[in-house]
C-alpha cells in the first residue's frame, strides 16, 4: 500500500517540482526585466539595435604626456525623468541628407568697420533690434572687425555644408578629446573644428600633436583653427564666444551645429542628437536646464559669489538694466521654456532665423557687458520677435550625452593673457547706491527678487 501511495505521488512531485522552476525562473525574469528598465531610465538613452558605432580606440591615439582622460567628473544620478529615443542610425543619416536641400529664412548682417568686433552698442541700440519682424533690416551680428584666422581655414568652414561641431580652448585651459560613438558614416557628413590660440597651440607642439610648420591642423577628428590674438577681445573668454554663438556665420552653409564647451567629451553620435533633440522636436535650439537654478537672479548672484567675473559692480548695473527694461523671474507663465538658467555648455541648432537672430543678440549683450552668457539668456530670449523654439531637456539627459572633465590643473609655462588679465583687476564690489533710486528705496530689480523670494504672497 505504502509503495503504491510513493507510486501514486510521483507524477505530483514531478509537477510540483517543474511549477518550483518556472516560478523560479519567472522571478528571475522578472529582476531582469525590472533592472533593464531602471538600467534603461538611468541612462537616459534608447538606441535603436541598428546602430552603426566606430570603435572610440579607431580616432586617434595620444601620446601619455598629454592625459587628455585624466581627471573625469563623474555623475552620482540614478535616474531619469525624461529619457530620449533615438532613431535608426541609417534613417537620421538620409533625412538630414535631405534637408540639404531645403532653403530656410536667413538674415542680413550689418557690414562695416567699427572699434570692436562687436560695434559696441549702446543698449538702447541693442534692444532695438530685438523685434524683427521686419526681415529686410540689418542685424548687428559680429564681424565688425576681421575674425583673424587663414584663408585656407575659412574656405574649408564654408564647405561643411550639413552639420558642424564646434568648441575652442584658448589659452591652454583644457585638453582636445576625441567624441566616442560616432556611426560608420558620421565622419563624412559631420564637420568637426575646434578653435585655438597662439599658446594652446604651442601646448600642442609641446606634446607633439601638431606642427606648426603645417598649413592644416588636425588632431583626431578635429580640425584645428588657430586665431591670432589682434583684433580681438583681450579676455580670451570673451574671444570663445565668437565661435560658440557666432557658428551660423563662421558656417554659413551648415544647417545644423552642435557647440560643445571643451571640458566635454560627446558620447553620442552628433547626427543622433540633432534629430532626437531637434529635428524631432522641432525645436530652433536645444539646451539643457542648469543643474540648480531656474532664475537668472540666481545666476547672477552666484557669479558674483563664487568670483565668476571680477566687476560686481558691472554685474548688479547689467542686471538692474534688464529689469527695468522687463526681466521677470521665471513663472509657468513662460512655458513652454522650462527654465530661465541653462547649462551653455552644450548647445544644438538649427541654423534659420530664430537661432540665428537668437545667437546675433545674446553676442551683442555678452560684448556689452560680460561673456556670462547665462545673464542674459532670459532677456533675449523673452523679448525677441520671432518667437525661439525651444527645447530645454533634463540635466540627466546631458551628463548621459557627455562627459565633463575638470580644466587643465597645471596652467601653461607662459603667463596667459588671462591671468594678466585677472591680475591687473580686483574683485569690484557693487556701489551701494545702485539699491537706491533718488535717495530711497528700491532698486529696479526690486520687483523681481519680491517675486523670485515670494514675498509677495506672504
Known sequence: MAKLILTASKPLLFLQSKLFC???????????????????QSKCLFRSPLYDPIQPSSLFSYPSSY????????????????????????????????LRKCSTRTLRYMQGNADSFGGNLSSH????????????????????????????????????ESVVVVSAIFNDHDKIRQPRGLGSQTLQNVCFFMFI???????????????????????????????????????????????????????????????????????????????????????????????????????AMATARWKKWWDVNALKMQMEIYCENGLQPWSPGKLPYASDVPDSALILRKHGQSSNLFSCLIFNELEAFNPRDQLAFAFVRD????????NMFEVEVFEQVTMEYRHNLKPSSDVSIAKKFSMTRKTVRAEPDLLYENGSCCSRCQQYLTTMWGDSHQ
Open 22 to 40: 518556472f516560478s523560479l525562473f519567472y522571478l528571475f525574469a522578472s529582476l531582469f526585466l525590472a533592472l533593464y528598465v531602471i538600467s534603461s
Open 197 to 299: 590660440d597662439d599658446i594652446t597651440l604651442k601646448g600642442l607642439e609641446y606634446h607633439g600633436l601638431i606642427s606648426t610648420k603645417s598649413s592644416e591642423y588636425k588632431i583626431g577628428v578635429w580640425r584645428i583653427v588657430k586665431v591670432s590674438k589682434e583684433n580681438l577681445y583681450q579676455n580670451p573668454a570673451m574671444n570663445g564666444v565668437i565661435p560658440k554663438y557666432l557658428v551660423h556665420r563662421l558656417f554659413p552653409n551648415s544647417q545644423f551645429s552642435i557647440w560643445i564647451d571643451a571640458k566635454l567629451q560627446l558620447m553620442v553620435d552628433p547626427l543622433l542628437l540633432i534629430h532626437s533633440l531637434v529635428i524631432s522636436q522641432n525645436a530652433d535650439m536645444a539646451i539643457s536646464k542648469h543643474p540648480y537654478f531656474v532664475h537668472t537672479m540666481e545666476e
Open 67 to 98: 592625459g587628455q582622460h585624466k581627471y573625469a567628473i563623474s555623475t552620482t544620478r540614478s535616474t531619469c525623468s525624461s529619457p530620449i529615443n533615438f532613431s535608426d542610425y541609417w534613417d537620421v543619416l538620409k533625412e538630414i541628407q535631405n
Open 383 to 390: 523679448h525677441m520677435k520671432p518667437k525661439l523654439k525651444l
Open 125 to 160: 541700440l541693442r534692444f532695438s533690434y530685438f523685434d524683427h519682424q521686419n526681415d529686410s533690416r540689418e542685424v548687428p551680428c559680429g564681424f565688425l572687425k576681421k575674425f583673424p584666422i587663414s584663408d585656407y581655414d575659412r574656405i574649408s568652414m564654408e564647405k561643411c
